[in-house]
């Protein structure tokens, strides 16, 4: 259960499958302002076993008050 307000992306399947590169850049050198790196805190074999779970990861349903509001 998310109970914080969201800051970064949802992660699942869908945002890794077939760009595995830009992936694996973004938790290595972070994005600028928004997500630290993690290229000297975890070795790169940490970061490809990160993407390899990820892209067991289901999409998230969105939460039922933002289904309320598509409607
Ligand atoms: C091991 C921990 C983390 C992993 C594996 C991770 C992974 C990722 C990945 C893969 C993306 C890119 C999604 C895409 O390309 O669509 C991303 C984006 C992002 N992450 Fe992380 N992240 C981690 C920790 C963090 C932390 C600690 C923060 C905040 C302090 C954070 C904030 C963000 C934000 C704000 C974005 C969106 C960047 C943008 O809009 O360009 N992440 N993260």
Redesign the pocket.
Known sequence: MVISKQ???F?SRD??VG?EG??RS??MD??TG???G?RYG?EPVQ?EA?IEY?KTVEKPKPPVSSWIAER
Do not use: N, S
């Open positions: 800051y970064g992306p992660l945002k890794v760009r830009a992936v973004t938790i972070g994005e928004l997500m630290p993690f975890m970061v990160i990820l």
